[in-house]
Every structure is written in structure tokens, then in C-alpha cells.
């Protein structure tokens, strides 16, 4: 029978062996190759195998005596040995002591049955407290008292992370001076685990974050209801609540106001407001719409006061004598204009029209209307007739683009560039030129389409009376700077300007005025009479027109007659 203190060979075991230590029970029983009783096959342990292939035979006393690794501590730090009595025998707790005499054989009176058979080993349960002391039938190392109280670790492939150790050490409690609530704990004043875990780690103790949360959450509620409150009382005011507004005439500090064409009561409002002359906007909507003759402000430019009541506003508004608008009558040429843009603006003479001389591409021109040969002056015929806002402080290069843009405006919505081409014309910039012309010859507006026509005639190259030469006076005196009636032959002869239609055929370089709206309906529907001469028979604001030469001889002695000649 084979003994089991060494595990193989027929030497008795004696109490002295150093090699029985904690090998004795199952530490080799696979190599001693002896049948199981469980089965007749060798008992298989694979810790055990482990345990020889790392440590070899058995002269190091470190193999636990259930197939177990040496012990290490949570630091990794292999434990001292277990603990043997004078017959070699290690050493286990009590409470142990009558199960293992009651199960385990070949114990009796001190001596050791080398007859006992071990019995297999089963897997511990991870949750069993126990799970990792000795199996049934053995015993184990004392668990509350001896170094051996933490479990061996496992196989790298099968270890798991560890949780973070608990400490152990001393917190004087809320007695001591630190309420758990501020000092970050549960509340209950118990030493929870996670005060602990930050003294352990040589941090300093956080300060509560629950009295934080309490305050946050106040702040939050109280700014809300505060918020809830200012809306509501917004929401009161703009259902139920009277509109802002000053009371009075103004405060006397005088303000300059434009009023863009086409705005609208909201618009005008907000550009007040802006300029501090009403408080609000709906003050003056209001005021507006209770004036019967509200919806008829024009725009222009206002000279107004700051803090004007709602109602004192829509009043001046109304009133032309607080306008500052600058006014452009048809036909007035380019120079005219910028006279009158620098007196209305308060600047040094001249001033406008060095601006329109240099800056005229950055005025807002359409393309059809740039780089043509030998105008005089660019702008001519952009300058547009109607009224625009223009005060002092303004510049004159923003009044010029009002201009510009009331111009094009026009002539996109008269449909100046695509009605040229039907009038036997080039461009559009021609039949600009055409209704300046109009607008120049022309002394009432009833015979604006009656010169359209003569333009148009005396064009054609079936003219033979006129051989396509214009022979107007208005673009001479375009060319002089002039408005005269009477022309010497000689003068008119004398001077090959492009401008000058008796000595050349076809119209001008461009326009020679800012025709007005009727000027320009006149150039796009002409009559079509046959009309070719025309006579200011009284030399001022009559007009005849005659359709042969001869008509015309007759027309032009009525002239001489009513003039003295």
C-alpha cells in the first residue's frame, strides 16, 4: 500500500520529513501513479500540475496542500508560510476540528492510516465565503488569523480586476466637528466608503456638493420665477398695456429724420425711435393710424425734435414746411442739379459736381448706360425728376445715388431697353437721348409725341428734306451751357462739336437733359402723322408743327413776325 506522506516509494513516513510539510494530502498522488478510487484512473488536478511545472519537486515546502499557489497578499506580495506543530502538521482553526475528525481517515490517536483516500476536489463557489477553504474531507488553513486569509491569486487569464481596497482608517464622525452633509457623505452620519476612499488616496477632503446642488437648484427656481414674471409682464403690456411715449412738443434739440420712399408706418416708426424722437414704435403706429391723414406722409427728409410725443411726430410729418427735400423739375440738365445739391446740402459751390466728374462709375449706372464716346457728362439723363431727400450733414454722393437709383428704377419699369430696338434705335441709351431731346423742344406736354415723331422721321434715312440731321437748337445750347432762341446761322455753322445737330447728322453723344415720365411715354409711342417741322411761332411756349418744307417756310415768318424780325 502506498503511503502518502512523500506521495510515491514504500519508505515509511517519519516525523522529521521536511518534504511532507504541506504536500501530504493529494500533492503528488498523480505521480505516484497508484489507481483512484474513483474509478481506477488517476485523479487529474490541473492546479497541481501547475504547481509542479512551476516549482519542480517538493523541496521548497511552498505547494498548498490542496493544489494551491503560494499566497500573495492584495499587493502582490507572496505571504509568509503557513505555520506546522512539532509533528509537522499544519496548524487550522478549531471550529474545523471536529468535522475533519469525523471525515477524514487514517487518523487515529495521533498516528496516520496511510490507507486513507483523498477525496476529490470540487470548484469553490465565488459567493460561498468559504468557497476557497480546504475540500471536503481536509483541512485549512486558519482564514481569520494567519496571513493565508486572502485568497491566492488566480491565473492571469482568469483574474479579475480587484476592487479598490477599503480603508480602515479613523474619521472622527459628525461629533467631531464635519456634518456628513457637508462633508460630502450620505447624510446619515455613518462613515460612508466614499470619504474614506479620498482620505486614503492623499487627497484633500472635498467639500459637500449637496449644499452646492441646493443653492444651484434655488438659484435656478429663482431666476425662473423671476424670468416667468418679466415675460408675463412683457406679455401684459403688448396685449393690454398703453404703448411708451414722451408727452410734449420735443425736448428743442432739432433732428434730422429720412423717410425712405415707400415706408410704411412700422418703418417710420423704428427710424424715429432711433433718432430719440419717439419711445417707441407702437406709440407711433398708433398716432398714425388715429390721424386721419396718417398713410399720406411722404418720404423726404424731416427736421425734427427729440422726445416728441407719438402724436406731435405724425403732426410734422405732415407738414411740408418741416420737409427738406430737394426737388428736380423735368429737363433740368446735370449742372443745374448739382447747384442745387450743394446749396441744399451747405457745401462749397462746385462741390457735387467734382464728385459726379470723378465718381460717377461708383454711382449705381446699368451697364448700358457706361463708357459711350464723347458724352459730356455721364450722369446726364440719371439725374431723375421727382423729389429726394437732401439735408445738411449729408454727403452729396449719397444724394446723386438716390438719383441714379430712382432713374434706373423707371426706366426697367417703362421697358426702356426693350422697346429701342422696335424704334429703329441701338440701345436704350438712345432713346434716352431721344426723349431729352423731347423734353428740351418741347413747350407743353401736348406736343410731346407730335416732336417724338420728328426725332424719328428726320432719322430715317429716307429723309431727304433734312438729310438725317436734327437741326435742334437745344443740343447746341446743351453744348454752350445755354438756353437762347436765337441762333446765328454763322454761330451754329462755325462749331463741328458731336453736339451740335445742324453740322452733324444722327442724335448726340447721349442726353442733354432728365426727361420726366411724360417725356419719356412720348418717345416710346409717337405719333405717326408725318410730322418733320416744328416752330415756337411765338417764341415762348407755342409750338407748330408742319409735315412739308414749304409749311414750314410759313410757320417761320409767323415766327419773325411775333419776335420783330
Keep these: 500500500m502506498t503511503e502518502y506522506g512523500r506521495g510515491q516509494g514504500s519508505e515509511p513516513w517519519h516525523p522529521e520529513d521536511p518534504l511532507y510539510g504541506d504536500g501530504g494530502w493529494g500533492g503528488q498522488q498523480a505521480q505516484a501513479g497508484q489507481q483512484s478510487p474513483y474509478g481506477g484512473q488517476p485523479q487529474q488536478y490541473p492546479e497541481q500540475q501547475q504547481s509542479q511545472q512551476q516549482y519542480g519537486d517538493w523541496g521548497d515546502g511552498g505547494q498548498s496542500a490542496y493544489g494551491q499557489q503560494p499566497q500573495y497578499d492584495q499587493y502582490g506580495r507572496q505571504q509568509p508560510e503557513p505555520r506546522y506543530d512539532q509533528y509537522g502538521q499544519q496548524q487550522y482553526d478549531q471550529q474545523y476540528a471536529p468535522q475533519e475528525q469525523q471525515h477524514q481517515q487514517g487518523y487515529d490517536n495521533g498516528g496516520w492510516d496511510t490507507g486513507a483516500h483523498p477525496h476529490a476536489q470540487y470548484p469553490a463557489d465565488p459567493s460561498d465565503p468559504y468557497g476557497q477553504q480546504a475540500a471536503y474531507g481536509t483541512e485549512g488553513p486558519d482564514y481569520y488569523g494567519t496571513p493565508e486569509a486572502y485568497p491566492p491569486p488566480e491565473p492571469p487569464a482568469r483574474r479579475r480586476a480587484e476592487p479598490e481596497p477599503a480603508d480602515t482608517d479613523w474619521d472622527p464622525g459628525p461629533d467631531e466637528g464635519e456634518h456628513a452633509f457637508f462633508a460630502g457623505g450620505d447624510g446619515d452620519g455613518g462613515d460612508g466608503p466614499g470619504r474614506g476612499d479620498r482620505r486614503s488616496r492623499g487627497g484633500k477632503p472635498k467639500k459637500g456638493r449637496n449644499g452646492v446642488a441646493c443653492l444651484v437648484v434655488c438659484l435656478v427656481l429663482g431666476g425662473g420665477v423671476a424670468g416667468v414674471g418679466y415675460f408675463g409682464y412683457q406679455f401684459y403690456q403688448d396685449r393690454f398695456g398703453a404703448a411708451p411715449d414722451y408727452a410734449g412738443d420735443g425736448n428743442g434739440e432739432q433732428v434730422t429724420v ?11 416708426g423704428q427710424e424715429l425711435k432711433r433718432q430719440g424722437v419717439v419711445k417707441s414704435v407702437d406709440a407711433f403706429v398708433a398716432a398714425q393710424q388715429s390721424n386721419p391723414q396718417g398713410k399720406s406722409i411722404q418720404d423726404g427728409v424731416y427736421t425734427l425734435q427729440k422726445e416728441m410725443s407719438a402724436e406731435s411726430a405724425v403732426a410734422l410729418l405732415l407738414d411740408p414746411k418741416s420737409r427738406s427735400n430737394l426737388i428736380i423739375a423735368e429737363g433740368k440738365r446735370n449742372a443745374d442739379v448739382y447747384k442745387m445739391v450743394d446749396k441744399q446740402l451747405g457745401v462749397k459751390a462746385g462741390t457735387t459736381a467734382e464728385v459726379a466728374k470723378t465718381e460717377w462709375k461708383s454711382l449705381g449706372l446699368p451697364d448700358w448706360a457706361m463708357n459711350h464716346k464723347n458724352v459730356k457728362d455721364p450722369l446726364e439723363g440719371f439725374l431723375y425728376p421727382s423729389s429726394y431727400s437732401a439735408a445738411k450733414g449729408q454727403k452729396p454722393e449719397d444724394v446723386l445715388k438716390q438719383m441714379v437709383a430712382r432713374a434706373s428704377e423707371q426706366y ?154
Excluded at 429720412?258 to 417710420?268: D, L, Y
Excluded at 454763322?490 to 445737330?501: G, L, M, Q, V
Excluded at 405719333?527 to 409750338?543: E, N, P, Q, R, Y
Design 258 to 268: 429720412t423717410i425712405p420712399r415707400g415706408a410704411g408706418g412700422s418703418t417710420i
Design 412 to 565: 426697367d419699369k417703362i421697358g426702356l431697353q426693350e422697346k429701342a430696338e422696335g424704334l429703329g434705335l441701338k440701345n436704350p441709351w438712345e432713346l434716352l437721348t431721344v426723349a431729352s431731346l423731347v423734353q428740351a423742344e418741347g413747350k407743353t406736354h401736348d406736343d410731346f409725341r407730335k416732336m417724338a415723331e420728328v426725332v424719328y422721321n428726320r432719322l430715317k434715312p429716307t429723309n431727304t428734306q433734312t438729310n438725317q440731321e436734327l437741326e435742334f437748337d437745344s443740343s447746341f445750347n446743351y453744348l454752350l451751357g445755354q438756353s437762347e432762341i436765337h441762333i446765328s446761322e454763322s454761330e451754329i455753322n462755325s462749331n463741328p462739336d458731336p453736339y451740335n445737330t445742324y453740322t452733324n447728322k444722327g442724335l448726340p453723344p447721349g442726353p442733354i437733359g432728365n426727361p420726366g415720365e411724360e417725356a419719356l411715354q412720348a418717345a416710346l409711342n409717337p405719333t405717326s402723322d408725318g410730322w418733320m417741322f416744328f416752330v415756337a411761332t411765338d417764341g415762348v411756349s407755342k409750338t407748330e408743327f408742319a409735315k412739308t418744307y414749304d409749311e414750314f417756310l410759313k410757320l417761320k415768318d409767323k415766327f419773325n413776325a411775333s419776335s420783330g424780325n
